[in-house]
């Protein structure tokens, strides 16, 4: 049987492509500023998510084009380093 911790697979993309980051955080408000201070002026799209059944948190789904692997990597680790941002996926 093979444990699937033991197959060592890197996601193969075809770059320019549409990338989706589920951004949690505690209020809207800051995390869609975090989201503009992160892409800038990129086109992109957000869209209410989830919410935690406390209403602590709540999650956006954020769309937008990649242009590479950098740049894919780039805005997951500048998302996940902001002060109003708790986690990415």
């Known amino acids: 049987m093979v444990n699937i911790n033991d197959i060592e697979q890197k996601l193969e993309l075809e770059y320019p492509c549409n990338w989706c980051y589920k951004v949690v955080g505690e209020e809207r408000e800051k995390l869609e500023n ?10 992109h799209k957000i869209a209410h998510s989830n919410t935690s059944r406390t209403g602590k948190y709540i999650s956006l789904n954020l769309e937008l084009l990649v242009h590479n692997e950098e740049d894919r990597q780039f805005i997951y680790d500048a998302l996940k380093a902001h002060q109003h941002v708790k986690m990415v996926l």
């Open 34 to 43: 975090a989201i503009r201070e992160v892409i800038v002026e990129r086109e």
